[in-house]
């Protein structure tokens, strides 16, 4: 296993158009999150996944953006009528839980510009 | 709310200097701090604290939590130009099931 992978690596779109995103978690691993870091700023929590069920959003996340982890494996995020605003690095990350040794893992991210 | 704070936000050093980076935190029932080195992708594991005043050492760098205090610091000695990244601080608190708090990060660069 290569680590948590994320594709794809850059997405350049259109204000109002809708993208996805994905991210494939390292395979024993059953906890995924998503974060949002923008330029200057450290990550921010947006959702994060136990197997398959999503156990918290932040507020940070409107209508306009849904997550999924079907199967408990990998997990999209879309983000519907995009905005400039919504430019950022997107990252992906996950652990085991529990587990004696840390295992938070980040993919190195969707980076998404809005034009 | 959980809050993480990074000071300097910036810092320009030369080769070989010494530098301490320090991250102070608020959060409801603390369990551990994390520090993570960020180069231009994913942010890659450095340290975890979960107990005061037991310096966590790796090569040049090294890190100490105090718990009384709620502040860490992390030490790079003999700083190389292959140093230069933006250095996270985060938090994980709550029961466990919460997600890591990050601080907006240092950045550090090294001129040769």
């Known amino acids: 296993d290569t680590g948590v992978s994320q594709d794809p690596r850059h997405k350049i779109t259109k204000r109002g158009q809708n993208v996805t995103f994905r991210c494939d978690p390292i395979?024993?691993?059953?906890?995924l999150y998503w974060y949002r870091q923008t330029l200057g700023q450290g990550p921010e929590f947006l959702t994060y996944?136990?197997?398959?069920?999503?156990?918290?959003k932040s507020r940070l996340l409107s209508d306009r953006f849904s997550a999924e982890r079907p199967k408990g494996s990998f997990s999209t995020l879309e983000i519907q009528r995009t905005e400039q605003g919504d430019s950022a690095m997107y990252l992906c990350?996950?652990?085991?839980?529990?587990?004696?040794?840390?295992?938070?893992?980040f993919g190195s991210g969707t980076r998404l510009t809005v034009v | 709310e959980d809050k993480v704070v990074q000071s300097p936000l910036s810092l320009v050093v030369h080769e070989g200097d010494t530098v301490t980076l320090n991250c102070s935190y608020e959060?409801?029932?603390?369990?551990?701090l994390l520090w993570y080195k960020q180069e231009k992708k994913a942010p890659t594991f450095l340290f975890m604290l979960?107990?005061?005043?037991i310096e966590k050492k790796s090569g040049r760098l090294s890190s100490i939590l105090d718990k009384k205090e709620l502040f860490s610091i992390l030490n790079i000695t003999a700083t190389q130009t292959g140093d230069s990244a933006v250095y996270l601080c985060a938090v994980e608190a709550g029961s466990g099931n919460t997600p890591l708090v990050f601080g907006k990060g240092t950045r550090l660069s090294v001129i040769a």
């Open positions: 990350a996950s652990s085991l839980v529990p587990s004696q040794n840390y295992g938070y893992t």
């Open positions: 979960t107990s005061s005043g």
């Open positions: 395979s024993e691993h059953n906890r």
């Open positions: 996944f136990q197997n398959e069920a999503q156990l918290e």
């Open positions: 959060v409801t029932n603390f369990r551990s």
